[in-house]
């Protein structure tokens, strides 16, 4: 028996102004001063915005918002209150809403509802956070990388664009949103656990992402805040060996005989990659210090060494597409090897795809990728040296370089 559409609505509209009512009930106070909504106006205004949608469709329901809005101002006004906020009233509104919107979306109402009944809930926690967890400097953060991850970022074509269709505007921006962002989670990591164990552990999960871009973030960070330098070089050590596993990951989705090919020199940089930064990031977390960077407020992260990061990227990008357009396939190795200062993984995938095209053999695309992977340490070098100076670069590079020989030895010794 399959439960009528308006009944399961009206229903969903009764279970979400029970829940937003109920939370509502629990700070509606008492006496004079009591606030002028509870768990059953709650259930009476989503039930009468579920009402109104059935009989008169979007009309009705803006009449029934319009009257529920004017009740609602009566009662701020009449309520004896001091509290000057509006969270009730609009609390009501919004309920109404979702009691409408129950009828035509039933489930995704109902994940609404429970949202706002959990914000409503945690008022004391999210003021505090707010009031004591963020610097004037954090919030500032805040709101541009929200600005241009929520802003810029949809707004740029997702398309190739300029000479030889290199570069894409979208692509390009989201390497800026991607430093930006991984500053901001070595900042968080780091005002949660503290400097010794924060930059590991966002360096590791950042590496995913992009280890260059990484290492240029905690380097940054370790030039800004000398006591960061131990565990932004711990971060950038560790990031290295996420990018050994991902590259594995994307050739293996992209051309499994290109991966059992390059197994060997996979498997000689991870267990590389894997000791020595056990081993490094062990000795630099016992002669980090426990205390803060400077006094002061301090920013999540570097809006100018976002931006010079991106355009280093684009400017490879570029040379690497007229490589391939001026010497064809006999380029492949050139092109591989330029797009690895900027990615290694892109280039890897490039190679992959030529041989799961049957463009190119899995052993003679070992070459290609391997020449990417060392030009994309050459990168990792050059931000470690550039951002985090010669104290940072004199911890990572060393790492860098062995991870880079182990992979061309396997190579060599099992080609």
Request: glycine share 10%.
């Amino acid at each position: 028996m399959t439960l009528d559409p308006q009944v399961m609505g009206l229903g969903v509209a009764l279970g979400i102004g029970l829940l937003i009512g109920a939370e509502r009930e629990r700070r509606k106070g008492e006496g004079a001063t009591r606030a002028p909504a509870g768990v059953r106006t709650f259930a009476l205004a989503a039930l009468a915005g579920a009402v109104s949608v059935i009989v008169g469709g979007v009309v009705g329901l803006c009449v029934t918002l319009a009257a529920v809005g004017l009740l609602a101002a009566v009662g701020y006004r009449r309520s004896g209150d001091d509290d000057p906020g509006l969270t009730t009233e609009v609390s009501l509104l919004l309920t109404t809403l979702l009691g409408g919107f129950s009828t035509r979306e039933p489930a995704f109402a109902a994940g609404l509802a429970v949202v706002v009944a959990v914000l409503l809930a945690t008022r004391t926690p999210l003021h505090r956070f707010v009031r004591a967890g963020f610097t004037d400097a954090e919030a500032i953060d805040a709101l541009v990388l929200a600005s241009a991850a929520l802003v810029v970022l949809p707004l740029l074509p997702d398309r190739a664009v300029g000479p030889f269709d290199a570069l894409n505007p979208h692509a390009l921006w989201l390497v800026v949103v991607l430093v930006l962002a991984i500053g901001a989670a070595g900042h968080a990591a780091v005002r949660m656990v503290g400097e010794r164990f924060g930059l590991p552990i966002a360096g590791l999960a950042s590496g995913f992402v992009s280890s260059v871009a990484t290492i240029s973030a905690m380097g940054t960070r370790a030039r800004k805040f000398p006591a960061s330098l131990g565990g932004a070089a711990a971060g950038a050590i560790l990031s290295t060996v996420a990018t050994i596993v991902q590259m594995a990951a994307v050739v293996a989705v992209t051309s499994m005989p290109t991966l059992r090919a390059l197994a060997p020199a996979l498997a000689a940089a991870g267990l590389v990659a894997v000791g020595y930064g056990a081993v490094a990031s062990a000795a630099l977390l016992r002669r980090a210090r426990e205390a803060s960077p400077a006094a002061g407020p301090t920013r999540a992260f570097s809006l100018p060494s976002a931006l010079a990061f991106a355009a280093t990227v684009a400017i490879v990008l570029l040379a690497a597409a007229a490589l391939r357009i001026w010497y064809g396939e006999a380029g492949v190795f050139a092109a591989a090897a330029l797009a690895g200062f900027a990615d290694t993984h892109s280039a890897a995938i490039s190679v992959a795809t030529l041989v799961a095209d049957g463009k190119l053999s899995p052993q003679a695309a070992t070459a290609p990728i391997l020449a990417g992977f060392v030009t994309n340490t050459l990168s990792k070098a050059f931000f470690a040296v550039t951002s985090g100076g010669r104290a940072f670069a004199l911890r990572v590079v060393p790492g860098l370089v062995l991870v880079a020989l182990a992979a061309c030895t396997g190579w060599l010794l099992f080609r």
